[in-house]
């Protein structure tokens, strides 16, 4: 695939994206905030090579970069990772937050401890990331840009995934009423909804094509995602362009919420 080329939009911008040490959908958007000229921080689990690749990666267009790997089930440590993107770059003009963990089993099997591992990482994460990043951007009054990524499952109930769209459909109100409360700074927050998308978390059971046609059987467009795909709107929420955008979600689901 050939990569786009950019336009500056976002030169003297820094980014913090989380989840982005991996090959997926952090991975992508990083490269895509650094295509436009954006200083991107690239947040990782575990694997601190994959995040310095991905880092390594980012740099090679001609910005700033740093990997940092941290625990986001620990809010102290998503809020630390807000303070150490100003210590490493810049306070962060963009917050990306993508890191999360699914899972799919039926409810009545579900366990407190699972329960309280996908709320720590797919709700409470993004809100204390999001509030300590919205306070360096009112400290400084930059009209920052607050982008979570979602799921379709925000809105859909699908069996086995009752947990996880729980979580989902909690950061979707949450990302709303941050948009609400933060409009007055000319902060905004919106949402990405993607639906299937190609990763190196679900590429090994995609290539079984059972699975793969019961995958894809409810998507019009016949197919996943590929994550730059995702990335494009996360390029969208986070340029000047949108600035008037704020409360919304962009679903990327090649039609499968249609009523």
């Known amino acids: 695939m ?42 990782g689990h575990r694997d601190m090579d994959m ?13 700033r970069s740093a ?36 899972l799919r089993k039926p409810l009545m099997d579900c366990m407190d401890a699972e329960f309280e591992g996908l709320l720590a990482v797919n709700l409470r994460a993004g809100f204390a990331l999001a509030q300590a990043a919205a306070a360096a951007m009112i400290d400084r009054k930059v009209a ?6 979602s799921s379709v499952n925000q809105d859909l109930v699908m ?7 729980a979580t ?25 909804a993607p639906g299937l998308v190609e990763t190196d978390f679900n590429r090994d059971v995609l290539r079984n094509p059972e699975f793969r046609a019961f995958a894809t059987s409810g998507i019009p467009m016949g197919r996943g995602a590929d994550p730059s795909e995702v990335a494009g709107a996360a390029l969208y929420l986070a ?15 090649g039609g499968k919420s249609l009523p």
């Open 51 to 63: 995040a310095q690749q991905v880092a390594a990666e980012v740099a090679e267009r001609g910005v």
């Open 144 to 149: 920052g840009r607050l982008i979570f990524v």
């Open 159 to 165: 069996d086995g995934q009752g947990l996880y769209g």
């Open 239 to 253: 340029d000047p362009a949108s600035a008037y955008v704020t409360g919304t979600t962009i679903t990327i689901d």
């Open 67 to 102: 990997a940092l790997l941290a625990d986001l089930s620990d809010p102290a440590a998503a809020r630390a990772l807000v303070a150490q993107t100003i210590e490493r770059l810049a306070p962060p003009d963009i917050l990306v937050s993508n890191a999360g963990m699914t």
């Open 2 to 43: 050939t990569e786009p080329s950019g336009t500056n939009r976002l030169v003297g911008k820094t980014a913090l994206v989380t989840g982005a040490g991996s090959r997926g959908i952090g991975r992508e958007i990083a490269l895509a905030l650094a295509r436009e000229g954006a200083d991107v921080l690239v947040h």
């Open 168 to 192: 989902k459909g909690g950061l979707r109100q949450l990302a709303r009423s941050f948009a609400l409360e933060l409009a007055p700074h000319g902060i905004t927050s919106n949402i990405i």
